[in-house]
């Protein structure tokens, strides 16, 4: 399993970001994916979770209305498109699969919001 994040970089408060996360290794569009953050010295949170087919979504409280998770099955891709993007949403985000009983990471891509 490989997945590769990219898109990630420094934004003012109030502006946007599209992370994308290439996978490969796996039947891609059997899984569902994440993406989580980590802000160091905290642990990692989930941010959103898209179903196999992409019909079901789902986000963390603290991202709801701001932030939008879509995969394209057929470049095997997950991309999370952010929007109104605070402080508070700095953090290294990561792309993460559950395949075979286990989780798998990307590498991670540090988001920076900062004027």
């Known amino acids: 399993v490989q997945l590769v994040e990219s898109g990630g970089g420094l934004v003012q408060p109030g502006g946007s970001l599209r992370l994308s996360c290439a996978a490969s290794?796996?039947?891609?569009?059997?899984?569902?994916m994440s993406w989580y953050r980590q802000v160091p010295g905290k642990s990692r949170e989930l941010v959103a979770t898209?179903?196999?087919?992409?019909?079901?979504?789902n986000y963390a409280d603290s991202v709801k209305g701001r932030f939008t998770i879509s995969r394209d099955n057929a470049k095997n891709t997950v991309d999370l498109q952010m929007n109104s993007l605070q402080s508070e949403d700095t953090a290294v985000y990561y792309c993460?699969?559950?395949?075979?009983?286990?989780?798998?990471w990307g590498q991670g891509t540090q988001v920076t919001v900062s004027s």
């Open positions: 898209i179903s196999s087919a992409g019909g079901s979504t």
């Open positions: 993460s699969v559950w395949a075979w009983g286990s989780q798998y």
């Open positions: 290794g796996f039947t891609f569009s059997r899984y569902a």
